[in-house]
């Protein structure tokens, strides 16, 4: 898949299916998952996902991104916004990013080189939590009903 592929899936508008959400708790774990539509000609279809960890002490453990859905291949993840929890490490840069909030994006050159796609990642100070990061998502992966959704996401992770 070339970048500007992947750019054209990112930035094409996406809308909200309403009734298709899951919303679970497990292993420590709150898990909000929805699906979307790509407005562009081929129909694409999206999952975003978020996902908390809810142990004590843990609230910059989090996860939110966006996946398009492949038929009967692996979803590719086109952007995943994470917490500091980790040291990320991309590999083809052989560089860390320490522990600090990251951008994951998806990249020609990762998929090339038969490595996860998303798994070039970029250090940012947009976000601190995963509600601001998935306001991030939606503005960043041009989301439509994007109120409506920033509101029932904030309502769901802190029920």
Request: hydrophobic share 35%; net charge positive; proline share 3%.
């Amino acid at each position: 898949m070339s970048d500007a592929q992947i750019s054209d899936l990112i930035d094409c508008p996406k809308l909200w299916l309403e009734p298709l959400l899951v919303n679970k708790l497990t292993q420590g774990q709150h898990q909000i998952s929805l699906q979307l539509l790509g407005l562009d000609t081929k129909g694409s279809s999206f999952v975003v996902y978020l996902r908390q960890n809810l142990r004590k002490g843990m609230s910059f453990d989090f996860s939110c991104g966006i996946r398009l859905v492949t038929n009967g291949q692996y979803p590719i993840h086109l952007r995943r916004y994470n917490g500091p929890s980790h040291n990320h490490y991309n590999q083809i840069e052989k560089k860390r990013i320490g522990y600090q909030c990251h951008i994951h994006m998806a990249t020609n050159r990762y998929f090339d080189a038969g490595l996860k796609p998303e798994g070039y990642a970029e250090a940012t100070q947009r976000f601190r939590s995963l509600d601001s990061a998935f306001s991030c998502l939606v503005s960043d992966c041009n989301i439509k009903k994007s109120n409506e959704l920033v509101f029932l996401i904030k309502d769901l992770l802190y029920l």
